[in-house]
């Protein structure tokens, strides 16, 4: 019988559901505290994980989840950046 290959899962921030890692998109904050999106899922630093959909970062942002996944404050010019590249 052969192996079932397990699928990653991961939580969102936002919606606080549990989703394939593929599905959802990543944002780290890298060693030198910049917030940005990380597009190959593999930079070093904190991770937090988000699906690409709007309603799920305006919870992200409201609830101040994103901020504590990061354990940093989020300037707003992060956060409109983060809004452009996320919802498309």
């Known amino acids: 019988m052969p192996k079932v290959k397990k699928i990653p899962q991961r939580m969102c921030v ?3 559901e549990m989703k394939p890692k593929k599905q959802l998109i990543r944002v780290v904050r890298t060693p030198d ?5 990380d597009s190959t899922g593999k930079r070093s630093g904190r991770g937090a994980y988000i ?3 709007k309603e799920c970062f305006k919870k992200a942002l409201k609830g101040k989840r994103l901020e504590k996944a990061l354990q940093r404050p ?3 010019e992060v956060i409109e950046i983060l809004s452009k590249e996320l919802v498309k």
């Open 33 to 37: 505290e910049i917030i940005e999106i």
């Open 51 to 53: 699906c690409p959909e």
């Open 74 to 76: 989020i300037s707003p």
């Open 14 to 16: 936002g919606c606080q």
